[in-house]
Each structure stands twice: as structure tokens, then as C-alpha cells.
């Protein structure tokens, strides 16, 4: 019984479940150097040249008439803002997380356009979760390696495990390609853990007593 109920503290404390909904970026300030903003009360700072951003209001292209788009619809949860960053030029960037994040994910606004295939590589292995229609077609990843690339597509891709940072290296860049970083949970905090700890020891000590007011 005690080992059931630390696995489900665990999952609880750690925010995993697939079924949860994810939590996304709002970001609050941009420049063509670098964007910041949050994510579940962790800062986030994507540091590198930016063509384009929109950090508060502006154009919804994750949805149409309330709806999401085909590329989106497989998430358990859109983006709840309309918050994006586009990065410019070729070169690494690096997405930074003050605390570590779990199985982040990137939603990705026209990746490339028909006549230009553009390509994201990035420093960890990803899986494509969606794509389909967007908000300027119906365009489709190629994947290999850890590189991204497309002719104008729209979608998803997840990481998993914790991370702290991710580099995303821009290869034959466009006007502009968007996206956004949601996560499915934050890592915990040392205190958190404590807590947590803490909580074990007083059901194993809460069990010690109650079998030895049964043999008793």
C-alpha cells in the first residue's frame, strides 16, 4: 500500500501524465536578440537573432473560427495566448529554462515556404506529435537525425525527459518561421522534494504504529 502511494505522489509532484494539459510559454518582451517569458512560473529565454515576434495579442495561428487548426489538433490544449517568436538568420540559438522543464514541446507556425525547404536542428533527439494545415498550408516534415525541415508545414514536435536548455540551429532561413515552447511540467524544487520526503517517512511511521497496535 505505502509503495502505491509514493508512486502516485511521485507522479503527482512531477506533473507527467500525458493526459495533463500543457503548460506554454507567455512570453512578455522581445527584441531581434533574444525573447523572454514564463512557463509555469519558470523564466525562458530564447537568446539569438529574431526576425519577428508577437508577445501580446495580434493573430491566432494556432486556431481558426475557435478551432484547432489540423497541425494542433492532437494536443491536449492550445497555446492560450497568441505568443510567438520567429528566429532569423543562420546560425545556434539557445532556449534556456531557469528551473528544468519536462518533455517540452515546440509548436511550429510555417516552417519554410513551397519554394524554400528550411531546416531546425537541434541538440536532442524529438518526435514529430502533429502536423497538417496551418495557418499558410498544408506542408510536411521531413525528419532526420535531429533535423527538421520543410516547404511551408505546421505542427508539433516533443523532446522527452528534463531539460534545462535546448540549441536550435537555423539552416536556409525565410522570411519567418514562428513557434512557442510548452512543457508537460516543471522538475520540483529541492524544497518540494523535502516536503515530499518528509510526507514518506510519516506514512511509514503512521503503518509502524498501526501493526503494532494489531499484534499487540
Sequence with gaps: MRTG?????????????????????????????????????????????????????????????GNPFA????????PGNNDFVAPSGVGARTITFSRAVIDPYIAIISLGQPSLQTSWTFDAPFSIIDQGRGFWGNGVFTVVGNTLSAGEAHGVIQFRGSFTSLTLTTNNPEFWSGLTIGASGVVPEPASWAM????????????????????A
Design 196 to 215: 515530499l520526503i518528509a510526507g514518506f517517512g510519516l506514512v511509514g511511521a503512521a503503518a509502524r504504529r498501526r501493526r503494532k497496535s494489531v499484534a
Design 71 to 78: 497541425a494542433y489538433d492532437a494536443l491536449s490544449n492550445l
Design 5 to 65: 502511494i509514493v508512486v502516485m505522489a511521485v507522479a503527482a509532484l512531477m506533473s507527467t501524465s500525458a493526459t495533463a494539459a500543457i503548460q506554454w510559454t507567455d512570453w512578455t518582451s522581445a527584441s531581434t536578440a533574444s525573447a523572454t517569458g514564463t512557463l509555469a512560473g519558470v523564466a525562458v529565454t530564447l537568446a539569438g537573432p529574431i526576425h519577428n515576434w508577437q508577445v501580446s495579442g495580434g493573430t491566432d495561428y494556432w486556431r481558426t473560427g
